[in-house]
Structure formats: C-alpha cells, structure tokens
C-alpha cells in the first residue's frame, strides 16, 4: 500500500505559521485521536499524543514541528498595500511575483510585487534584493483591505501538492512531511518497547520554542526528532556538499548546527535500519537547526536523543521536494525503532 497522498497533501496545504497554528492543529488532533491512548494541548499550543508502551519504566519523545514559515502584518499604507515581517528564514529572491494568502477575518490572497526590473537603475539590478524590498498586493483600496485584514495577521504561502514521478511537491514539506510521518507511525504502532509521547509542536521555525516547553514537561528518556534536511543532489553541487540525496533512504543525522546527537542513538538507528531492510544514509548538517536540540538538552540530566531526517530539496524555497520511498522509510524505521528502544544496552 503507498503513501496516503491525499493525507498529507491536507496537512501541506493547512495554514500554520509559527504562533498561528490552530487550523493545522485541529487537523492534527482529529487524525491522531483514535489511535492514542491520551491527547493533550499545552498553554503554548504543542499537541501531545501518548501511546502506552509495554513498559512505563522510561519516556520515549518525538516531535515533529507543526509550524511552517510564514509571514506577519506590519503595515498597511494609504492605498492598501501591506508590509509584512517574516516568520521564519527566507531566501527573497523566491519570494517574486508568489501568491500568498492573509489570514484576517477571512482569507484574503494577494500576491508578492517589487519593483520592477524596467525601472531599476543598474545599481539597483546587482542588487541581492532584501525582504524589505517587497510589499503585497490584494488588489484593493486601504478601506477594503482593512474590512478583513489588521496588523498582526498571519500570511502563509499559496501553493499545492503535486505529485512529480517519485517525488512529491509543495510548500511547507518542512515540516508537513514529517507532521505526516509521525500521524502514520502512531497509526501503525501497535504496542511500543516504553511509553511514547509523539509531539506536534510549535515556533520551531522561529527558534525551536515549543519543544523546549514540551520535553521540560514530559523529561524523556530517550528522543528522536522528525525534520527534513538539505538534499542538495542538484547540479552545481560538489560531493562533500550534498547532506544528503532524494531517494537514498531516510537519513540518521549524526549532528546538526545545534546537536550532536547521541552517538548510541545514532547506532541504533542504523542497527535497527539495516536489521529490518530500511534503505538509509547519514545526514551531517552543518548549518541549520531542528527541535532536536532541546529534546535532548531540557530535560534534567538530557536525554538520549537523535534524529530522523528526510531529505528534502528546495528548502525554505516557495515550493519544496521529497521522495515517496524516503518517506516510507522514514515511517517504517520511526516505528521499529519505538518497538525495539528497550533492547540495546545503553550505557557508556
């Protein structure tokens, strides 16, 4: 049986920017409900869903971040064009002539407008353009755009999945692909080694703050974080640069520009990878963070803690890119990990 496209493409397409994730959060909750044992929303919005395991003797976490980067109202000025702050990293060059939509009173799509290349000087063409260069356009006067529309708005991008071969398109596949991932390996689990907590979080993209909150109130054991990484396969790219590949298996992260994920961890995901046939590589990520950091640092005494990452083309781009057996994999590895945790010796 394959993936489950149309899941996932509801889950990609559900607006969520950081500290605006209820819609994608109420998805969240009607998808996992029926297949955990106990479900709980915290003050700062992290859905906690726990799966008794054969044994309460330790806490096992993963988390998979909800949010996805996004956009603020900061202005609107006399002739309704609206001025915006980023939620989240973007590379804006990207962001030229993308459709995205304001979450007011109602959702309301405009579409991003600079200046426009026939009138910039030849300075101004050598220039790398800056996100303060850009404005969005809704196509109304001030007093239209300010019927639905104030500041502090969230705006999310305009774009749907689309199925390309073996590969899956969208936007926000950082983090939906593994929202996606953890809702079927909680589906799937029947009866895990240790009690399982599986935890959607918030404001991962603007400085990984709900999991710092949620592993400070379970305290794990043990971790193993859901993200995606950088698969820069593409041309252009030298062999020491790529992280990692689309189609070369889920990918064990050895570190990441805030962990260096426990080196036991690290093993027994390839252990268990290779014992149950589960195609993987490795991922060293030397820029760029994940939840990852605080699963394993805000618990007292830490926890045991690493990650499994998919890769992932095109990120923090309009749209984004993973494949369909990577994830597949990285479902299959999720869940016998969680079921064989209890088996190796994990002292020093």
Known sequence: MGLDIKLLKKICET???PGFETKIRQLIIKEVKPFVDKIEVDNMGNVIALKKGKSSAKKVMTAAHMDEIGFIVK????????????????????LT?????????KDIIGVMGSKPIHVMSPEERKKTPSTKDYFIDLGRSKKEVEKYIKVGDPITRDRGLIEMGEQINCKSLDNRISVFILIEA???LKKPAYDFYGVFTVQEEVGLRGAQV???SIRPDFAINLDTTIAFDVPGARPEE????LGGGTAIKIMDSSTICDYRMVQFL???ADKKKIKWQTELLTGGGTDTANLQRMTPGGSIAGSISIPTRHIHQTVEMCNKK????????LVEALLQIDKPDWKF
Do not use: M, N, W, Y
């Open 75 to 94: 202005h609107i000025d006399d002739k309704g064009f609206v001025k915006f702050h980023t939620l989240g990293g973007f590379d804006p060059k990207t």
């Open 326 to 333: 990577d994830t597949q994999a990285s479902i299959d590895l």
């Open 214 to 216: 949620a592993t400070q």
């Open 270 to 272: 390839k252990d268990t």
């Open 186 to 188: 909680l589906k799937k």
């Open 97 to 105: 002539s993308q459709r995205v939509i304001i979450h007011g009173k």
């Open 242 to 245: 790529k992280v990692s590949e």
């Open 15 to 17: 607006p969520g920017a």
